[in-house]
């Protein structure tokens, strides 16, 4: 997956740790945080066919926060 930056980014996390990818992303006041991603063409087939995407979150054992994952950008 490509991670895209979009108008709206107003902080990029990880810009300056190597061992990660940089990860442009809009915060709101209320701490949410919005990111963007496009899928490959060869990911789009297998989610076409299989209907299932992955989601990693590392959490370094500290408690896991509350994700959406949606097709449309919130405003």
């Known amino acids: 997956m490509e991670i895209l930056k979009f108008k709206e980014c107003n902080i990029t996390y990880a810009k300056d740790q190597p061992e990660y990818r940089a990860l442009p992303a809009r915060k709101n006041n209320d701490g949410e945080i919005l990111t963007c991603w496009s899928p490959s063409i ?34």
Request: proline fraction near 6%; hydrophobic fraction near 40%.
């Open 42 to 75: 060869r990911e789009r087939i297998k989610i076409l066919f299989t209907g299932k995407i992955w989601v990693s979150v590392l959490t370094f054992n500290k408690p896991l926060q509350p994700i959406k994952i949606s097709t449309e950008k919130e405003d």
